[in-house]
């Protein structure tokens, strides 16, 4: 299997890489800070500006009054002002943008605005906002076969409700942009987005200029996680209107405690199901009702909201589905894309109906996942057909090779030798669907140069955010051109050499960005072994490249890579190419939600060991051991960094990381002493990822699956490993799925009589 070190690890592990707020300024260069919502939902009565512009070191204050173009930032409903005008709908809402010489001056400023706000009532939880009739768009329903019919014949039929909370980013890097003036009123973002284009649009339409105009760029992102596919937008667009005003660079990098209050983050889910089960526990039937707080605009709710039904059954296949999502509209930060999308609530919520049926009927909880899990041609609710299905055989093949049975025994073991520690062992089996689920986003492009001393450029629409994408690009341009990698450099994402692009999201980053490039070296690939095979006297079809040298008939020639560049510059053959790919085969029908709408799916099984400490109600995850669907990886370290991170923030979101709001909308946990985030010490203390032996598929890359979120969705399985050692302990315990299951909740339930 094929490794290399991610390109940048050199340059990270000397504090050399680039990142926003480490580029050169232009000494004229002003900063940035939003003034923002004080309340969360009102009218705002008057907002006094004077003391705070006259502020020394005060260029200028901006707000909606200031925009040339839109005052709108909405992607898929436009129902999102940049500057609130009249009303605000969340704590956090940018209000206006302060400009001043320093960031010491401009935070002065900002405490020197007098707001006036008549409130309103707030809203902060999706139910809340069902029973007013609060929603940001219709509801969307899938359907297969006839639950209600399908129930009358159960054997077992079970109702219940969840609640999966957000989740903060917590990239490493916060949200920031640097903006320059060009010539005749162009502008240049930098920008710290997984979706340059979108920042270029949307700063073209509040502008009110063409997108030629702005130009974006984006180094890379110091850890993205979803939470710059659409939210690192608003304040690249603010500076830009200020840099279109001022004709100065502007540059603003929100603190840490700005950044938490006025982003959204994953989005919390009650939801309620239904589920029915044969005699020999078969699913039969299972409906959900799932609603998704999405704060005060829509963002990418509904896209979001789309992919939880498509992971509503998650790898069980069920013949009768009715699974239905409200986007409830409540006065939270607009709430966002984050890793899995969606699709970790949705199998939360069946993974808990499992739960309880086990429970209710009295056998393991993995009886019932086992007997259900998808096999080739069973249906998706959306009616794709599974097929190349990994379910079973990643399951029993964890089982087989981690000794499951041993395992097990183990955790019995030890809870019957012990009064104050229990053992918890869960399986948890993961399927998730590769492409945007809006089928139109799945293209991309790659413009490859040779330049003439046969070192190569490779430009893509990939932002590289720490998941390794440019190392992989770099692989499939090195691979394809028979060349070694210090031939070959990653560009920055910029917009004019690579426009129109998707954002780097849906794991699919790679193999739509990798096809182009791989696309592209073909092309140039095909005229550069025209002009070998004339300095060869050989036929092309005989002609490779191989390790910076022609080859002939399998066989090392004497010409090098770089004397065929040089001939091919003599004899006028380009030596650059672009090149576009969109996933072939992919649709979806929305009048009927149905469809095919992903290229594959991801499968994978993970059996996760957790110690509860029944004293204190605190725990600890033994081991996660997983056997993974890669396909054939075209880097193993890369794709099991990416197992162990994904894992590694399932796990936080399933325990301990508690978003707090208040009744009046204000986020309570807005520091990281209040909000806590998996460390070295809450990791697991092993993680084993296995490969699973499989051909791979051809839509992905090199027959390397996509592999940036399914993982993250192994740590649902903490979740019920904890309950099953709370069970342990504590008979009289009544499971309850609602996560986070921190200290706290286990205490309770170790404790609940
Ligand atoms: N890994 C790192 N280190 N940093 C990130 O921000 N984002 C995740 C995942 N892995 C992320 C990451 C998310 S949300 C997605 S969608 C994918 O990477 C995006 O990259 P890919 O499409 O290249 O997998
Ligand atoms: N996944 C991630 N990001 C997205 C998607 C998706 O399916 N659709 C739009 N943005
Ligand atoms: Mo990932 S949530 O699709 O950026």
């Known amino acids: ?54 502020l020394e070191g005060v260029e200028r204050i901006f707000t909606y009054k200031d925009v040339l173009g839109e005052n709108q930032i909405g992607g898929i409903i436009p129902d999102e002002p940049l500057w609130a005008q009249n009303e605000v709908h969340f704590w956090g809402q940018p209000i206006a943008f302060i400009v001043a010489k320093t960031e010491a001056i401009a935070k002065k400023a900002r405490a020197l605005i007098k707001i006036e706000i008549e409130e309103l009532p707030v809203i902060t939880t999706a139910i809340e906002a069902k029973q007013k009739g609060s929603f940001i768009n219709a509801p969307r329903i899938f359907n297969l076969g006839n639950t209600q019919k399908s129930f009358e014949e159960c054997e077992y039929v079970f109702e219940g409700e969840t609640f999966s909370n957000g989740q903060e980013h917590l990239y490493l890097e916060t949200q920031g942009c640097y903006v320059e003036p060009l010539e005749n009123g162009n502008i240049k973002i930098t920008s710290s987005t997984q979706g340059p284009t979108q920042v270029q649009k949307t700063a073209a339409k509040v502008l009110g200029v063409p997108m030629h105009k702005i130009e974006v760029d984006v180094i890379r992102l110091g850890g993205g996680f979803g939470g710059k596919e659409d939210q690192a937008t608003p304040w690249a667009v603010m500076a830009a209107v200020a840099v279109q005003h001022l004709k100065k660079p502007v540059k603003y990098m929100l603190n840490r405690h700005d950044d938490l209050r006025m982003t959204g983050k994953r989005h919390p889910y009650s939801s309620f199901f239904k589920i029915g089960l044969s005699k020999d526990l078969k699913i039969k039937a299972f409906e959900a009702e799932f609603l998704q707080n999405a704060g005060a605009a829509a963002d990418l709710s509904p896209a979001v909201a789309e992919r939880t039904l498509f992971h509503a059954t998650n790898s069980y296949f069920v013949p009768n589905v009715n699974v239905s999502v409200y986007s409830c509209k409540t006065n939270l930060p607009p709430n966002t894309a984050f890793r899995g999308f969606g699709g970790p609530q949705g199998m939360f919520v069946i993974e808990s109906a499992i739960a309880m049926a086990a429970e209710k009927i009295g056998v393991d909880r993995r009886k019932i996942q086992e007997v259900n899990l998808l096999k080739e041609n069973d249906e998706f609710s959306y009616g794709q057909i599974a097929n190349e299905v990994q379910a079973e055989r990643s399951w029993f093949t964890a089982k087989d090779k981690f000794e499951f049975e041993q395992l097990e025994k183990e955790v019995q073991r030890f809870n019957n030798e012990n009064q104050l520690f229990k053992k918890g062992i869960s399986l948890m089996p993961i399927a998730f669907g590769i492409s ?12 490859v140069h ?7 450029g490779v430009s893509t629409g990939a932002v590289e955010m720490g998941q390794s994408v440019n190392t992989k690009m770099l692989q499939v341009a090195q691979d394809v051109l028979g060349i070694s990698a210090a031939k070959v450099k990653l560009e920055t994402t910029n917009t004019t050499r690579v426009a129109n692009t998707s954002p780097s999201a849906a794991s699919s980053t790679a193999d739509l960005n990798g096809k182009a490039v791989e696309m592209a070296c073909n092309l140039l690939l095909d005229r550069l072994k025209i002009v070998a095979s004339k300095m060869l006297s050989s036929d092309e079809k005989n002609i490779n490249f191989k390790d910076n040298c022609v080859f002939i008939d399998g066989k090392k020639s004497d010409v090098t890579w770089n004397a065929v560049i040089a001939q091919a510059m003599l004899e006028r053959v380009s030596l650059s190419e672009n090149a576009h790919y969109a996933t072939p085969e992919i649709h ?9 709408p992903f290229a594959y799916h991801v499968y994978g099984t993970a059996i996760t060991t957790v110690t509860v400490d029944c004293l ?25 960094g990416q197992v162990e991170g994904a894992l590694a923030q399932g796990i936080g979101w399933m325990t301990m990381e508690e978003i ?39 839509l992905a890359i090199q027959k390397s699956k996509a592999v940036g979120e399914p993982p993250l969705m192994y740590g649902i399985g903490t979740y019920f490993a904890i309950q099953q050692a709370v069970k342990a302990y504590n008979k009289n315990y009544k499971p309850k799925y609602h996560s986070p299951f921190t200290p706290e909740k286990v205490l309770m339930a170790l404790y609940e009589k």
């Open 588 to 596: 979806f029908d929305k009048s009927k939600e149905k469809g095919h």
């Open 1 to 54: 299997m094929k490794t290399m070190k991610n390109i940048d690890s050199f340059t990270h592990v000397r504090g050399e890489s680039l990142f926003v707020d480490d580029l050169m300024i232009r000494k004229d260069a002003l900063i940035g800070l939003c003034f923002d919502s004080p309340k969360a939902h009102g009218k705002i009565k008057s907002v006094d500006y004077s003391v705070a512009e006259s």
């Open 450 to 456: 040779i330049y003439q001393d046969g070192s190569v």
């Open 436 to 447: 945007f689920t809006n089928t139109p986003m799945n293209h991309a492009r790659a413009l």
């Open 660 to 698: 707090a709001y208040g009744k009046d909308g204000r986020l309570l946990s807005n520091a990281l002493s209040t909000y806590k985030v998996p460390d070295i010490f809450s990791a697991p203390k092993t993680i084993e990822t296995i490969p699973l032996e499989t051909e791979g598929n051809e």
């Open 616 to 640: 204190r109600g605190i725990y600890e995850v033994d081991s996660v051991k997983i056997v993974h669907d890669f396909g054939k990886t075209m880097n193993l370290g890369i794709d099991i």
